[in-house]
């Protein structure tokens, strides 16, 4: 029986947690207890969760946000979404085949009143944006009520293990994701304003200017606010290839959830296909969970994330592929290759450049589309609604704590429960951490080779500075008007060799280089996040900024410091002449893994999947728009594109696209009308029953 639980991580602490048993079509399995039922069946190596009705094609894990429906499980005779119902002791499990069955008992039930609740404010989403909105409210006492659909507050936080920028003074800079998002929620739990409540999605918007949650998964309650604060951040853009609802093909999200939350190995061999932040960080997510990246890569001359996130994959093994798009995932029931090739200026693929690369899992990370539709709902309705983080605008967590806060204020000073003005560094800080990486500017170090001193890798203007906070030698500066600036070293500050500054950098993007002891051989200090796989006595092939290598070294020493007790500093004998240019260790070795199969899988689907809920492709569509159709509600109700448990979320943006190339203009395309509700909910719970009634 197939095991892929997470033994070991360099970040997370691995809990010892209860063992219960399922059956998944009739075989006994172990599970965690409380997990969720596709994280069991990940732990387990089983991928494919349902059949599809229309051509029984196999179906997986896409979101495991709750936003679609292809992880669609029956237990215990009823459909529930795998991603969002945990697993209990003893559940049968079998995979959803078509289209579920009624149940047959069709007795009368006697419905019960739903419960309505008043609140000065309402808080759709706990993660950074919502969480610093509730901080601000908390402050001005102003009643409130926070409801997120996950079982702990933070948000993608919860799924981010690697170490933040931005500065330390606003936005937690240098510390990792999930503890800013412990620090944030304590913060809101000390405020007796403010309620919260978890494993509570929120489901639609009337125009009794009322909300209707889902308290706990069980209870619908009808919220009326005053005010609604729309934080619900963002969904991962779908991708239209040949084979993308093969099991193996999903988000970033999916991905993180499965590896960081959940501590299971999702893949054994993975490709990434886009090079933004989310891409450059699930690949380094991938390798601490000693899962194989095969590669990654960005349709653009460059990535689009932070080049120090570029550096540090290369660096690492991590073969990165600009200017090329993918051709199709391959196999039969689950992805078991992935044909890529080049393309020109005008993103046409290249003949003859087709490259086919095994692998099992191929994580889609194209970009971010906002979660708007509370808001948009809510201002149709002439309701008091704001907007806050990602849900606004697509940006770094950083920058959303700062959305929010302001959001927080204002929201605040129109209750009347304050009067504050908002700090102009505020939006000016919010607006900087909003900021894609800058040009890449030219690195000096003229210095003398003597002494001790850092060298800075991070070539790149983005906003960070923790560099220059933990420096107790004020030997850093960064212009303290502009962040994006990149970092140099006051010599005459004197380096006292504290290491704080390489062990701080969120981009590993920093080395000591120490010339005391030896001027031809100095000693180097690499930050390392792999746990402790390195000790004094072991070799390591050293690596250069773009993945350069130098040879293979012994470790030295090792150190470790108390407030960055998961970033190892590993130390080198080096000869001079590399000692500065050395910025990483090679983690993957194998090199057979990134090798092109012989021959590359010729691609004999007939047509692309757009809408995946119910599996519409880009033909069936594209016909009807030849024919002069330009509102999505007509194409929906003629093919059922955005039809499904989704409700569009997925699909909408891809129709849009295939509107335009048909020459229709962006004013002309008439958008779907949303509809409450915005998840699927089941029925009983409108009559005001809850889980556990019989009836």
């Not at 894609?436 to 800075?456: A, H, L, S, T």
């Not at 500065?580 to 899988?601: F, W």
């Amino acid at each position: 029986m197939s095991d892929y639980r997470i033994k070991k991580h360099p970040i997370l602490d691995i809990e010892e947690k209860e063992e219960i048993s399922f059956y998944w079509k009739g075989q006994e399995y172990k599970a965690q207890k409380d997990e969720m039922i596709t994280s069991a069946l990940f732990a387990n190596g089983i991928r494919v969760f349902s059949y599809h009705q229309k051509d029984e094609a196999p179906l997986g894990i896409f979101c495991a946000n709750g936003q679609c429906s292809q992880c669609m499980v029956v237990v215990n005779g009823t459909p529930v979404r795998g991603c969002m119902t945990p697993i209990e002791e003893g559940m049968r499990i079998e995979p959803l085949k078509g289209l579920p069955e009624l149940p047959e008992d069709d007795e009368p039930i006697s419905s019960q009143e739903i419960e309505e609740l008043k609140y000065e404010v309402l808080i759709i989403g706990g993660g950074p944006a919502g969480l610093s909105a509730a901080i601000e409210l908390g402050k001005a006492g102003v009643k409130t009520l926070i409801v997120d659909d996950k079982y702990k507050l933070g948000g993608k936080l919860v799924l981010q293990t690697h170490k933040f920028f931005g500065s330390v003074e606003d936005s937690y800079a240098g510390t990792r994701g999930y503890k800013i998002g412990e620090k944030l929620a304590r913060q809101v739990e000390k405020y007796e304003s403010i309620d919260i409540w978890l494993n509570t999605p929120a489901i639609g918007i009337y125009e009794d200017k009322k909300v209707g949650v889902l308290k706990n998964n069980s209870q619908y309650v009808l919220i009326e606010p005053e005010i609604l604060l729309n934080s619900t951040g963002a969904r991962e853009k779908s991708l239209v290839f040949p084979g993308n609802t093969l099991p193996g093909v999903y988000g970033a999200g999916a991905f993180q959830t499965l590896v960081n939350r959940d501590l299971v190995k999702a893949a054994d061999k993975l490709f990434i296909v886009g090079g933004g932040n989310v891409g450059l960080i699930a690949g380094y997510h991938a390798l601490q969970a000693d899962i194989n990246v095969v590669g990654l890569i960005e349709a653009m001359d460059e990535v689009g994330g932070y080049f120090v996130h570029r550096d540090k994959l290369k660096r690492m093994g991590v073969p990165i592929y600009t200017r090329h798009t993918i051709v199709s995932a391959n196999g039969e029931d689950k992805v078991e290759s992935v044909t890529v090739a080049e393309i020109d200026k005008d993103f046409n693929i290249i003949e003859d450049t087709e490259k086919t690369y095994e692998c099992d899992t191929i994580l889609i990370a194209v970009g971010l589309d906002s979660v708007n539709e509370f808001h948009n709902q809510a201002l149709n309705f002439n309701m008091k609604s704001y907007v806050a983080g990602d849900a606004e605008e697509i940006a770094e967590a950083s920058a959303a704590m700062f959305s929010g806060k302001i959001r927080g204020i204002e929201i605040a000073n129109e209750l009347g429960a304050i009067d504050k003005k908002i700090p102009v560094e505020w939006q000016e800080k919010m607006e900087m951490l909003k900021s894609p990486g800058g040009e890449e500017v030219e690195m000096e170090n003229p210095r003398k080779r003597e002494g001790i001193y850092p060298v800075f890798h991070c070539s790149q203007e983005i906003p960070c500075n923790p560099c220059i906070s933990v420096c107790p030698q004020k030997g850093i500066y960064i212009d303290p008007d502009n962040m994006m600036k990149t970092p140099e070293f006051i010599e005459n500050n004197y380096c006292i060799g504290c290491y704080r500054c390489v062990a701080v950098c969120p981009g590993l993007a920093v080395t000591l280089v120490d010339y005391r002891e030896d001027n031809e051989n100095p000693i180097i200090t690499i930050a390392h996040e792999y746990g402790d796989d390195l000790k004094a006595g072991d070799t390591a092939v050293l690596t250069g900024k773009n993945g350069k290598e130098f040879g293979e070294f012994e470790v030295i020493d090792t150190v470790t410091l108390l407030h960055y007790r998961n970033t190892n500093l590993v130390q080198f004998k080096v000869p001079v002449d590399i000692a500065e240019d050395v910025a990483g260790v090679l983690v993957q070795e194998d090199r057979e893994i990134i090798e092109p199969l012989d021959k590359y899988v010729e691609e004999i689907r007939d047509d692309e999947i757009v809408c995946r809920c119910e599996r519409v492709t880009a033909g069936e569509i594209r016909k009807w728009i030849k024919r002069g159709i330009n509102d999505i509600n007509q194409i929906k109700a003629i093919t059922r594109a955005g039809m499904g448990a989704c409700g569009g979320k997925t699909c909408e943006n891809i129709i849009v696209r295939l509107m335009r190339d048909e020459g229709i203009d962006q004013e002309h395309i008439v958008k779907d009308v949303q509809r409450p509700l915005f998840l699927d909910t089941r029925f009983k719970y409108f009559a005001g029953l809850k889980d556990g009634d019989e009836k």
